[in-house]
């Protein structure tokens, strides 16, 4: 049973660091998910990132630093979309692709010359990043394709069995999804990698100008942790996006073991009539911000109950509805 540490007490994050310094990696919470963490230059913490999660090593891990100023030594040019891009959003939950320097081990981007970098917001994960003179790499704290963790309840049952020595406690993380990834093209201008908790909407208001989505189902994505199947729960899943997905639903007496979950009562209302009894919805009072903090939370609840399956209703992509769309999809692509 893995190690539960207050971050009130200081000296539990020396304990934090002692576990680095053996070389085993600690989950911690920030404001999207729980990341499991490892100092930059420590490959043995970093390779015990890779088999506690079962990630495969060509896929890449996010690299958190404290400061834009610290981000620097880890790139080869910080570009000014960049530098624009992390005086609006940064400490917060946007994470910027760009060229890497030899300070980042090929270990921790796949041998690929780019890195993911991301400076947190979460007091706790700062409160880390402050004590040590280096980057951290955190990756979700989830099993591979996994539901993502947002609590230290959930990343003690997803990797507890799998060693886990310590997680910090922070309660309930705030956004409940992950960063947004972008990356820039010339001729192209940003484009969003990974939808996250950083809308479209707003990123478009900072730079001024249109971004692009990476095309969902591209066969070879940009960011290798988004392959088609991801966020599974253990139960098959089914996602609709209109009426033509109906063919995709279970029988009509099978209906009732399983479980409808929207993200706002008024989507898709043609699903209302189909006989499901159990309908779960992520936000009540259609708010995205609430709907993307309980996503993750309702997915596992819902894995654990007694349903055969779960069947969900794609939203309207507008501010972080495109996030919840794409963790649904994905979540769902079993069936
Ligand atoms: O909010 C977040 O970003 C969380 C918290 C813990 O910080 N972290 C997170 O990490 O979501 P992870 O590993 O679960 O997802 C990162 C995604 C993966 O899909 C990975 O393939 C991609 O980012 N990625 C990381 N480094 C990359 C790189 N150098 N090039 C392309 N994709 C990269
Ligand atoms: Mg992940």
């Not at 539990?12 to 998910?33: M, N, Y």
């Not at 959930?154 to 990356?183: H, W």
């Not at 900072?206 to 591209?218: D, F, K, P, Y």
């Not at 055969?308 to 999809?329: P, V």
Request: include cysteine; hydrophobic fraction near 40%; proline fraction near 8%.
């Amino acid at each position: 049973m893995p190690l539960l540490l207050d971050p009130h007490y200081p000296e539990q994050f020396d304990r934090v660091i002692k576990c680095f310094l053996r070389g085993h990696p600690v989950a911690l919470p920030t404001e999207t998910v729980y990341g499991l963490a490892a100092p930059i230059s420590n490959i043995e913490a970093i390779s015990r990132v890779f088999s506690m999660k079962g990630r495969p090593h060509f896929n890449p891990l996010v690299v958190h630093v404290p400061t834009r100023s610290k981000a620097k030594d880890y790139v080869l040019e910080f570009p000014e979309w960049a530098e624009k891009l992390a005086k609006d959003f940064w400490p917060g939950p946007l994470s910027l692709l760009l060229p890497k320097t030899d300070r980042v081990p090929d270990l921790v981007t796949a041998a690929s010359s780019h890195v993911v970098l991301r400076c947190p917001s979460h007091p706790v994960f700062r409160n880390l990043l402050s004590r040590m003179n280096e980057a951290v790499v955190a990756p979700s704290a989830n099993r591979y394709m996994g539901i993502s963790p947002v609590s230290s309840r959930d990343v003690i049952k997803e990797l507890g069995p799998f060693g886990l020595e310590a997680v910090v406690d922070g309660g309930v993380c705030q956004y409940g999804v992950e960063s947004t990834i972008v990356s820039y093209e010339r001729g192209q201008g940003l484009i969003i990698l990974r939808p996250g908790a950083v809308t479209r909407e707003a990123l478009e208001a900072s730079l001024g100008q249109r971004v692009s989505i990476a095309s969902l189902q591209s066969s070879s994505p940009a960011v290798p942790g988004t392959a088609a199947r991801h966020y599974s729960p253990s139960k098959p899943m089914c996602y609709l996006k209109g009426r033509e997905d109906s063919v995709k639903l279970p029988s009509i007496e099978e209906r009732r073991y399983w479980a409808l979950l929207k993200v706002f009562p008024k989507d898709q209302p043609w699903v209302d009539s189909l006989g499901f009894e159990k309908v779960f919805y992520l936000s009540e009072r259609a708010s995205d911000v609430e709907a993307a903090s309980n996503l993750f939370r309702v997915l596992r609840n819902l894995d654990e109950k007694e349903f055969h399956g779960i069947i969900c209703c794609e939203t309207n992509d507008s501010g972080l509805g495109l996030a919840i769309n794409d963790r649904l999809s994905r979540a769902s692509s079993k069936i």
